[in-house]
């Protein structure tokens, strides 16, 4: 995603937070009991560091961080969306395992969402699941979703759960090391 704001770009915008380890943990679920959604907590942020250091996921997200290795520069930057109330981050379990993130965010006027799963769970239809749970939760609409244009799992995922595509963009992408087309997708309502 171009604008990248939860792998690069907005963290250093925000403020520290102060208590963001008392959050109250609201598990949402859906219809099987299996995929569960639930606010980041800052423990989760070592176990979702680890997810978006695998090579093939960062290719396919394409607009990583410069240096996604950099554990550091994640800590600081996730602590501080964890408090930022325009950012809803969600964590993703299936059971009581955490499988992946969710999160909606607004860039340049627009609100976004992005996620990851771990490549261990891919294929399951656990972003599908994961992503129709959080629209129920994250009401703000319109909401957009950008992905590089041969992300064919994610742009299955965006239409599967209404999003329809209206337009592309370009953007250098980090971890292809080159200029790349992105879709933009939009859902209404
Ligand atoms: C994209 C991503 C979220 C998909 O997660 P997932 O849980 O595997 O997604 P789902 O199982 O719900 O749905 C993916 C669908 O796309 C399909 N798909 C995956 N790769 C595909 C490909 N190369 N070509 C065609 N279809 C593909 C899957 O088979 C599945 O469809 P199916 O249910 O009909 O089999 C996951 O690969 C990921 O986290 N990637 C790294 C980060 C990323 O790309 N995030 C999105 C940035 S826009």
Redesign the pocket.
């Known amino acids: 995603?171009t604008k990248e704001p939860l792998t690069a770009n907005i963290g250093s915008h925000f403020k520290k937070p102060s208590k963001f380890n008392n959050k109250k943990i609201n598990v949402m679920t859906d219809k099987n009991n299996e995929v569960n959604l639930r606010p980041t907590i800052i423990t989760d942020l070592d176990t979702l560091f680890r997810?978006?250091l695998?090579k093939?996921?960062?290719y396919?997200?394409?607009?990583m961080p410069n240096d996604p290795t950099d554990k550091a520069a994640y800590l600081d930057k996730y602590t501080m969306l964890l408090s930022n109330p325009t950012v809803n981050n969600q964590t993703i379990l299936v059971g009581k395992k955490i499988v992946?993130s969710i999160s909606k965010f607004v860039m340049e006027g627009d609100t976004e969402i992005?996620?990851?799963?771990?490549?261990e769970?891919?294929?399951?239809?656990?972003?599908?699941?994961?992503?129709k749970i959080f629209l129920s939760i994250e009401n703000t609409r319109p909401i957009y979703?950008?992905?590089?244009f041969?992300?064919?799992?994610?742009?299955?995922?965006?239409e599967?759960c209404g999003f329809v595509k209206i337009g592309s963009d370009k953007g250098f992408a980090n971890a292809r090391q080159a200029e790349i087309e992105e879709f933009i997708y939009k859902l209404n309502d």
Request: aromatic share 16%; no cysteine.
């Open positions: 995603m997810f978006q695998d093939e996921g960062g396919l997200a394409a607009f992946g992005t996620y990851w799963i771990d490549r769970f891919w294929g399951q239809g656990i972003a599908t699941k994961a992503l979703g950008r992905v590089a041969d992300n064919f799992g994610s742009q299955k995922v965006l599967r």
